[in-house]
């Protein structure tokens, strides 16, 4: 069973940094991509990074420029570095892992930017 945890959501100030990371059970080259989603109240689930196994990354374009994902092969982790936080950041930021016609998910870390 592939478990993903996330970790080190918090409360953070307008224009401020939080870097969250997604510890996998897995080998992270046994997933096509790793990335993640996130879901305001109210809202559906999007898109906000991945990156395949390759390398590659892929962001959305609302957090092109001030978020980064990056992986630890050794740690069976990927991480997102969040700078220049704005309130509309705020969500519930989940981990996600993709194989042909599957695709796993964490429970999500709290995320929000308030002052």
């Known amino acids: 069973q592939v478990q993903l945890v996330e970790s080190g959501g918090g409360l953070v100030w307008p224009g401020g940094s939080l870097s969250i990371s997604c510890a996998t059970s897995?080998?992270?080259?046994?997933?096509?991509?790793m990335g993640w989603y996130r879901q305001a109240p109210g809202k559906e689930r999007e898109f906000v990074a991945s990156?395949?196994?390759?390398?590659?990354?892929t962001y959305a374009d609302s957090v092109k420029g001030r978020f980064a994902i990056s992986r630890d092969d050794a740690k069976k982790t990927i991480y997102l570095q969040m700078n220049s936080l704005k309130p509309e950041d705020t969500s519930v930021y989940y981990c996600?892992?993709?194989?042909?016609?599957?695709?796993?998910w964490g429970r999500g870390t709290q995320v929000t930017v308030a002052s």
């Open positions: 996600n892992a993709k194989i042909p016609c599957r695709s796993y």
């Open positions: 897995e080998n992270l080259f046994d997933f096509n991509s």
């Open positions: 990156m395949n196994v390759n390398g590659n990354p």
